[in-house]
């Protein structure tokens, strides 16, 4: 009698839809009540957080048929899960994966298909912690994505349902910076995306008029750069070759952001899908902002310093010394290790001393992996016999830094990718702390890195005063190289609300015009004819396609394609490994340039004509932005929009730590100056630093 009488309340409640007036019956059914912010800070100091969620899952469960209960219980959880304090109880009690299973039923009902996707947005905005994000997404997204194709009738519903991919994807950028491993198969195949990607495709193809809309253009298109980053055959399985011919149409296009993603989806085609730290235009960086406690769980650079390199007995050491495992240099000349290590470390800092150096003499050992083990143990052990540290230490990031290349390109040899990068960022910090003025460590360190962070660590080294003339250049090349990949990832991995600074082609130049010249100034001082020299020159292109594309004109586009094919092929002649996913995506481009334009110029044509109001749009809110005085200190679109908010009452409901808000946060009973969710929180600011001004200095009498 209970359940019908609720049914029937909430089938009464006018207009049709009000789902926060059915979500006030169901309250008063149930008998609590939390619809000011009295209400929650009573609940919460009563210990009925739990009790209250419990009560509105069970009502859920048990009306599941009736459509307007789920309404009502929906808006109830919107309302709740921007506490932070229930939005950790509904974390607890799995209220997403409850939700995910609405958006299978009443399909009929556009306006309940509507609040179940508000619902999930919501819940992932507010999701307490990256691991839950990781949790919904992995829930979610191919839930949602089987709603997309039936939903372009409706541009309200079709738009939602792909922002809500759109922020599901990069979510998932933060799963392996967390767990130290990469997601898992069963997980990742569970995402479906290369179905997704088929549905991307096909609406590209289609083109409806929902998706000839700009937002809708601009959130396709990044999904798609996201699926490549992940999971690349979802592309390349495509048939016809449709999915590489559409990154190279992206590149084509009139949109500086479109161009940008056009080249990271081709670049992320041939990378190795687990091989996600060692990248050019890496995304990774862009999880700095979004969740800044990931520096501290991966790769703290305090840790770093406390790290240690497993050191060799002296026993050890001298058994291996005076037995290495070379006996003769290629069967011909006796095998000296240390005088080959000592050259070895001086071609590291100083580059090659003559015609007849001793690295093509090397080459052999160092392309097999099981040779280059025997010949670097031999080294190192005759290095550390004679009591060169911190030579062995040059010659121990040398053979890391040498082993990417030689490694198989199979799924099974992860871990050793992640080894091999986890080594060379903890012995890079190691050696940078031990040895501050020695530049090697920091050039190392930033090595085929992306982010501002080792853009101006390779700025640090290059000033230091006893960097040779051909590390200064190295350091430099790897700086260009790092601001390009930074600027290209920035302009296109962002949502659009992210780019105001970038809000059309003409400004992006400011960025890309200096870049342009750095890298002539870097081609000139590693030598137009080295294979940095190559590389430059074809990233040269890309900077100009990129940041020009078709307003070129057909004759600077065209004209540098001959030079560019022949840079590949000096490149291949020296069995250059440098860049080599760089240098397939420009040979993709070269080749499939003009079947891309011809495949997809209707689609080339509607981004030309839709871009245009796109850009004033952004303009002018930027413009409103700056005349409200909002400085573009912050990334997210609230930031921008929210201009009559009042910062420091918002700065007084957020905890100190997590930033998120709560009515019944708890204050810090020691300086009584910051407010926290739970014990939790406070540690881990207390940890981070409050330590520091929470406790009061002695005042000297």
Not at 60 to 81: D, P, T, Y
Not at 156 to 176: A, E, G
Request: overall charge neutral; aromatic content about 8%; glycine content about 4%.
């Amino acid at each position: 009698m209970v359940k019908v009488k609720l049914v029937r309340a909430c089938n009464q409640v006018q207009p049709a839809f009000n789902w926060e007036g059915i979500g006030e019956v169901i309250c008063r059914r149930l008998g609590i009540a939390f619809s000011t912010s009295r209400d929650l800070k009573r609940l919460i100091r009563e210990n009925r957080v739990s009790e209250v969620i419990g009560k509105l899952i069970e009502c859920a469960k048990s009306n599941e048929a009736h459509m307007n209960v789920l309404g009502g219980f929906l808006s109830l959880i919107r309302k709740l899960v921007t506490d932070s304090l229930f939005a950790r109880e509904l974390v607890k009690q799995d209220v997403y994966a409850i939700i995910v299973r609405y958006t299978e039923m009443h399909p009929h009902s556009i306006e309940f298909r509507n609040v179940v996707i508000d619902t999930l947005s919501d819940l992932l905005k507010h999701s307490p912690n990256l691991d839950d994000s990781h949790r919904y997404v992995i829930q979610g997204t191919a839930k949602v994505a089987r709603l997309i194709p039936g939903s372009t009738a409706d541009v309200t519903m079709f738009q939602k349902l792909v922002s809500l991919i759109m922020d599901h994807l990069p979510r998932l950028n933060t799963y392996k910076l967390i767990n130290h491993r990469p997601l898992p198969v069963e997980d990742l195949h569970g995402l479906e995306l290369p179905q997704l990607a088929n549905i991307m495709v096909t609406l590209l193809e289609n083109r409806s008029p929902a998706v000839l809309l700009w937002d809708s253009l601009d959130n396709i298109t990044i999904i798609l750069a996201w699926i490549a980053y992940y999971q690349s055959d979802a592309i390349l399985q495509m048939p016809e070759n449709k999915g590489v011919l559409l990154f190279v149409a992206f590149m084509q296009c009139s949109s500086l952001s479109i161009r940008c993603r056009g080249f990271i989806g081709l670049l992320n085609l041939h990378y190795p899908d687990f091989a996600q730290d060692l990248r050019f235009c890496n995304p990774h960086f862009l999880d700095e902002e979004e969740a800044p406690d990931v520096g501290r769980v991966f790769g703290s650079l305090e840790k770093a310093k406390t790290f240690r390199p497993p050191e060799m007995s002296e026993e050890a050491v001298s058994e291996s010394y005076h037995n290495p495992s070379i006996k003769e240099l290629f069967g011909t000349n006796p095998f000296h290790a240390y005088e080959i290590a000592m050259r070895f470390v001086r071609y590291e800092l100083e580059g090659p001393q003559s015609d007849k150096d001793l690295m093509p003499y090397l080459q052999k050992y160092l392309d097999d992996l099981a040779s280059s083990t025997a010949l670097f143990k031999d080294l190192d052990s005759a290095l550390r016999f004679h009591q060169q540290e911190y030579e062995a230490e040059v010659l121990l990031l040398a053979r890391f830094l040498r082993m990417y290349p030689i490694l198989p390109s199979a799924d099974d040899i992860s871990d050793i990718h992640r080894f091999i990068n986890a080594k060379v960022t903890a012995n890079s910090n190691y050696c940078i702390n031990r040895w501050p003025e020695m530049p090697y460590f920091y050039y190392a360190k930033v090595k085929s890195q992306t982010g501002m962070e080792y853009a101006t660590v390779a700025a640090d080294a290059a000033k230091l005063p006893d960097c040779s003339p051909y590390l200064s250049s190295k350091i430099f090349y790897e700086l260009v190289v790092n601001l390009l990949g930074n600027g290209i990832v920035s302009m296109s991995m962002l949502t659009s609300h992210d780019r105001w600074e970038w809000p059309d082609t003409n400004s992006a130049r400011k960025f890309f015009g200096p870049v342009h010249k750095q890298i002539m100034v870097a081609k000139t001082r590693v030598g137009s004819d080295s294979a940095e020299g190559q590389i430059l020159s074809i990233l040269q292109f890309v900077s100009a396609l990129v940041s020009g594309g078709p307003d070129l004109g057909t004759e600077r586009l065209e004209g540098p394609i001959p030079s560019i094919r022949e840079n590949l092929q000096n490149l291949t002649a020296m069995k250059c490994t440098d860049h080599q996913e760089t240098r397939n995506a420009v040979a993709d481009y070269v080749q499939y340039r003009r079947r891309a334009a011809i495949r997809w110029s209707a689609l080339i044509l509607a981004i030309r004509r839709v871009e245009p109001a796109a850009v004033e749009g952004r303009k002018s809110r930027a413009r409103e932005a700056l005349e409200g005085g909002f400085l573009r200190t912050k990334s997210r679109e609230e930031a921008f929009l929210a201009l009559d908010e009042d910062s420091e009452a918002k700065r007084e409901s957020s905890c100190a730590w997590c930033e998120r808000a709560s009515v019944a946060l708890l204050r810090c009973s020691r300086c009584e100056k910051v407010k926290y969710c739970n014990a939790i929180c406070q540690r881990k600011h207390w940890v981070d630093g409050h330590k520091t001004v929470c406790i009061s200095p002695i005042i000297a009498v």
